[in-house]
Each structure stands twice: as structure tokens, then as C-alpha cells.
């Protein structure tokens, strides 16, 4: 299954990676694991709906120690890209364009997102 | 020489499929998860464990089941057209870009009612 074969033009092999890049593809790679999260959602929802045997069915899985790590995994895609989400509003209306600004605020994205990730595994994961 | 004028030609293709509409809904779900997504992670912190019984008390709430519903309904709908644009612009192939994009539409659209039905059949059922 290929597509029309054209000419590329040099893309990502040409550039110096710089924290807008690493964000921008974070934002994308975060967002869609955060849609394979959501079906982890509507799958203990419908358990939940379906009375306590079908939740004891999946509770083995959703209790598993191993499960910890993709429920942490997935808080850290929802604090980042919650986080750069509102980067990528401020931008929306004209706001932080400025290259420092730019960078200034894609480290507290990821100072954020890290912190938040660490009290809500603790509070509520781990 | 057509006598299709050159707008309805482009309209219903690429960039002129509503892609303002598109873009607004993004933003707009983007807004409403920001109030939505802070409250379903402060809420499953303050849940004392995970247990049946506490999980469904929590969604036989009408507080947070109203909650509940708006945040899957947001969920939904922003995931559907993240994916979208993914799909659109990794996916080469005609073919399989349409087969996926129909896949995307229906898994969005079939568990954001399942979910939605999920939690109404608990918060109108009796309590537990």
C-alpha cells in the first residue's frame, strides 16, 4: 500500500533537536495514548455498569502491580499534554511567540507535567 | 472546460471540509477538558480506594455523573478529531486512510455512547 512516490525535501535528519520539536511530537505520541487510555476508561465504566461480577472480572487487571506502570505512563500523557495543550491555547490568541518565551514555557511544561505526574501517582496509583 | 464552478469544486475537499469547524471544536473540547480533566483527576484522588462499592457510589452521584458524562462526551469528541488529523496526515494510502479514518469514526463514536450509557445505568439504578 504506497502511496504516489514524490521527492522529499530534508525534514526532521536536518535540524538540531530543540525542546519545540521534542514537544510538538510529545503533544501528537501523548494525545494518542491518552485515546487508547480512554478505551481503558470506557472499559471500566462499562464494568462498572455491568454489576460486581463483571467489575471483579477486570479488577485483576486494573489492580495488577504491573498495571501501575501504564496508569503512571498515561498520567504523565494527560499532565503533558494537558499542559502544552494550554501552550498551544495561549498561542491561539497571539500570546508567548517570542523564541525565550517559547522555550521558557516548554520547559514548565515539562516541569509540570513531571510534577503533577509524581503527586497524582502518589495520591492515587501508587 | 467544466461547468463546475471553481468553489464547488474545492468545497467538500481537503481544507475546505470545515476545516474551521474543525479547528473551533478542537479548541472548544480543548477549554472544556481543561475544567473537566482537573476535576476527574482531583475526584479519582479523593476516591478512598477503587472497590465496587466506592467506584459506584461515586457515579450514582448526579454531581458527578453529570461530571462524568460531559468529561466523555469531550474526551470523545477531542480524541475523534485528534486522531483524524494523525491519521490524515501520516497515512499515505488513499485506501487505507479512508479504512481508517471510518474505523476511527466508529470506535469514537461506539464508546463514547457505551461509556455514556455505562453511567447512566449507574446513576439511575439503585444504589449499591
Keep these: 500500500m504506497q502511496g504516489v512516490q514524490r521527492p522529499l525535501s530534508p525534514h526532521l535528519q536536518v535540524y538540531r533537536w530543540q525542546i519545540t520539536m521534542w514537544l510538538s511530537s510529545l503533544h501528537r505520541i501523548t494525545g494518542l ?3 487508547a487510555g480512554a478505551i481503558a476508561l470506557a472499559v471500566w465504566l462499562l464494568a462498572l455498569a455491568g454489576g460486581p461480577q463483571s467489575y471483579a472480572a477486570v479488577q485483576p487487571l486494573f489492580a495488577a502491580p504491573w498495571f501501575k506502570l501504564p496508569l503512571i505512563g498515561w498520567t504523565f500523557c494527560f499532565f503533558l499534554h494537558f ?3 494550554v501552550r498551544h491555547l495561549a498561542w491561539d490568541v497571539g500570546a508567548g511567540f517570542e523564541p525565550k518565551q517559547i522555550s521558557a514555557s ?3 511544561v515539562i516541569i509540570v507535567a513531571t510534577l503533577a505526574t509524581a503527586a497524582f501517582s502518589w495520591l492515587a496509583i501508587v | 472546460m467544466s461547468l463546475v464552478t471553481p468553489l464547488n469544486r474545492v468545497l467538500g475537499l481537503g481544507t475546505a471540509s470545515g476545516a474551521a469547524e474543525h479547528w473551533w471544536m478542537q479548541r472548544l473540547t480543548a477549554v472544556a477538558l481543561i475544567v473537566l480533566g482537573l476535576w476527574a483527576a482531583v475526584e479519582l484522588t479523593l476516591l478512598p480506594d477503587f472497590s465496587y462499592r466506592t467506584v459506584f457510589a461515586w457515579v450514582h452521584r448526579p454531581y458527578s455523573a453529570v461530571m462524568l458524562i460531559l468529561f466523555v462526551l469531550a474526551v470523545g469528541y477531542h480524541s475523534y478529531l485528534g486522531v483524524q488529523v494523525v491519521v490524515e496526515d501520516y497515512v499515505a494510502s488513499k485506501a487505507l486512510k479512508v479504512a481508517f479514518l471510518m474505523g ?6 461506539g464508546l463514547t455512547i457505551a461509556a455514556i450509557f455505562a453511567i447512566l445505568k449507574v446513576a439511575f439504578g439503585p444504589s449499591a
Design chain 2, 104 to 109: 476511527s469514526s466508529l470506535a469514537h463514536v
Design chain 1, 33 to 35: 495514548l491518552l485515546s
Design chain 1, 83 to 85: 499542559a502544552n495543550g
Design chain 1, 106 to 108: 516548554g520547559w514548565t
